[in-house]
């Protein structure tokens, strides 16, 4: 079947049918306003004032002030609209004009044209050009929302059970394990989402019509023996239930038809339900998450209408809820951020119950859907659905080298950081390269979706994950300003609870995937400027950074001259090289005003975490 990637081309047509604005309430959105572009270093920074109901912004660009306007893609393979302001457009070649405009972008699709700016990027200077990081140390913490390890995606679960030898020669069920292992002790990961409930091996359907779980049994025995919570994903269908059983996606042939009898489904959802509830007890399930099928706004994963995954979605919901109404149950679960509007009209218009709204998007920080829960909320009186993406990552597409480049690790601290004021769980996909899908791994490095590689080494994105688990204590304040600041170079700090020490994470990174080897041009020289601190004081600090040159197990790899796999000599080579090293820079002293500060290198891709601790 073809990729992801194939099936979200020209995703403004494909994302479905539009909600009509009821749920939003807005109508036909005003254009955005105060649109400014500033000539950057390698790029054009653009900022407008936010407008009300908005998902997300749309930025293009054009030759001259006539046009034509083509929105501005950053090749990620994906949704387009981004969810805020700043924007930098780093494919701008320095030193030549353009003029750029920006839309609105909601359910309804693309808004009007804002006026159009000039801007034009600055060619590279002979010192990379600065940004400042202001941290205020003294400014009252608060709660860091931890989007980024509520959740994460897996291959299916029934490889925990796999017994034949897999890529490399690999134990694919030792290997899935130890990889759900490491993402719950080093990220901190809590629960883990994967396709297929219903496959062949977990569920089958005796000769009476019922039932036979003992598969599944056998695998979320396992599952759960890593102490994770499993998101519950209610597909694919059992041929015996198909309405079209040759109708398959995956190298594995998972089923994507529509039910043959609708009431079939419904048994399938409340049996499963009650079975697991008998095994692992009301209380435990009570606290899983439901999700119905995934991304049936897709062709390649549904044969039916919109119209039948509502229908889906509703017989799902109900048999779910008709057994335990505290189960959280939700979707769409779509691709490139389509149908959540008309699956919540459809949800207030037939009272079916929604506790989530989930959907995916790759190559880009996921759009802001909180004017339609909160809209939905109002309308019906009922709790705002949560926003929980469960598929997100740097590209859709299989075998695509940026899932192992360095590039890819600032990308993900992006995209967190927008999460943490509109979404309640930004969830990445996915954890390990045991992954089936379009085929197993051909080699070590072949641009897998996993964090962790075949054999558990782990790749920059995986870093990029483990620091923002490190920060300690609340979140204060960190403002970046200077060239590329908010777009390119973005910061998180934290300050732990007793003071003594205050962590600042840094990454200079761009959604342009056309440098994804990096650009001399986009790095960046960083002041960290900590304010808040007690006068005189001294501080030590510690400094980890994940760059080209440092915490990239793709680099170490192609100096050991490797092939398709390692033999045990490099194995041994890897393993030793799959660290995140603490340096030690200059101690630092706070002055007068209880202001410390330090300046490091910060390359374009790269990533700088810095902890100071009181002497």
């Known amino acids: 079947m073809t990729e992801k990637s194939a099936a979200r081309a020209d995703w403004e047509s494909r994302i479905g049918k539009p909600s009509d604005g009821r749920l939003t309430g807005i109508g036909e959105l005003p254009a955005p306003a105060g649109l400014s572009a500033e000539d950057g270093t390698g790029h054009v920074l653009l900022t407008w004032r936010p407008v009300p109901g908005a998902l997300g912004y749309l930025v293009h660009r054009a030759d001259s002030a006539e046009g034509p306007f083509e929105p501005l893609d950053h090749l990620g393979g994906d949704v387009l609209a981004v969810p805020h302001p700043p924007y930098a457009d780093t494919l701008a070649q320095p030193g030549r004009g353009y003029f750029y405009k920006v839309a609105t972008w909601s359910d309804t699709g693309a808004g009007a044209l804002s006026e159009a700016v000039p801007g034009s990027a600055r060619a590279a200077g002979s010192r990379p050009a600065e940004v400042t990081v202001a941290v205020d140390a003294g400014a009252p913490a608060t709660e860091l929302p931890g989007v980024w390890n509520r959740m994460i995606g897996a291959e299916h679960f029934s490889l925990l059970t796999w017994d034949k030898p897999g890529a490399g020669g690999s134990d694919v069920a030792k290997e899935y394990g130890e990889a759900l292992a490491i993402v719950r002790d080093e990220i901190g990961v809590r629960s883990v989402r994967a396709h297929g409930t219903f496959l062949p091996e977990t569920v089958t359907v005796r000769a009476d019509g019922s039932f036979d779980f003992t598969g599944l049994d056998t695998v979320y025995d396992r599952f759960l023996a890593t102490g994770l919570k499993p998101v519950v994903e209610l597909s694919f269908m059992p041929k015996e239930l198909a309405s079209d059983p040759h109708y398959t996606v995956f190298d594995y042939k998972a089923l994507v038809s529509t039910p043959a009898r609708w009431e079939r489904w419904g048994d399938l959802c409340r049996e499963l339900t009650v079975h697991l509830q008998e095994r692992y007890g009301r209380d435990t399930v009570a606290g899983w998450e439901f999700e119905v099928w995934n991304e049936a706004n897709l062709e390649v994963f549904w044969n039916g209408t ?286 007068a005003e209880g202001t410390a500060e330090l300046t490091v290198e910060l390359p374009n891709p790269g990533i700088r975490f810095l902890r100071l601790s009181a002497v």
């Open 306 to 591: 919109q119209d039948d995954y509502h229908r889906l979605y509703e017989v799902a919901v109900r048999a779910v809820k008709g057994v335990d109404d505290r189960i959280k149950v939700g979707g769409p679960s779509s691709a490139a951020a389509g149908w959540v509007g008309a699956l919540l009209e459809y949800c207030q218009e037939h009272d079916v119950p929604v506790d989530f709204v989930s959907t995916h998007t790759y190559g880009n920080a996921p759009l802001d859907f909180r004017p339609m829960t909160r809209a939905f909320a109002e309308a019906t009186g009922r709790p705002e659905p949560e926003i929980l993406w469960t598929e997100w990552g740097v590209t859709p597409t299989h075998f695509h080298r940026v899932s192992d480049s360095v590039f890819a690790a600032p990308f993900v601290l992006r995209g967190m950081k927008s999460a943490l004021s509109s979404t309640d769980c930004l969830s990445y996909w996915v954890a390990s390269d045991q992954f089936e899908e379009l085929g197993w791994p051909p080699r070590l490095f072949h641009g897998g979706f996993g964090l962790l590689t075949v054999g558990n080494l782990r790749k920059p994105r995986f870093w990029a994950l483990y620091l923002l688990s490190q920060l300690a204590g609340g979140r204060i304040p960190a403002a970046v300003s200077g060239d590329g600041a908010g777009a390119l170079v973005e910061s998180l700090a934290t300050r732990a609870e007793d003071g003594s020490t205050v962590d600042v994470l840094l990454w200079n990174g761009t959604l342009d995937q056309s440098k994804i080897d990096g650009a001399a041009v986009l790095d960046r020289a960083a002041t960290i400027r900590v304010a808040g601190l007690e006068p005189g004081a001294g501080y030590t600090v510690e400094s980890r950074r994940v760059d080209e040159h440092h915490a990239n197990i793709q680099a170490v790899w192609k100096d050991l001259d490797g092939g398709d796999w390692p033999d045990d000599q490099q194995w041994q080579k890897l393993r030793a090289a799959d660290k995140l090293p603490a340096e030690t820079l200059a101690p630092v002293t706070a002055d």
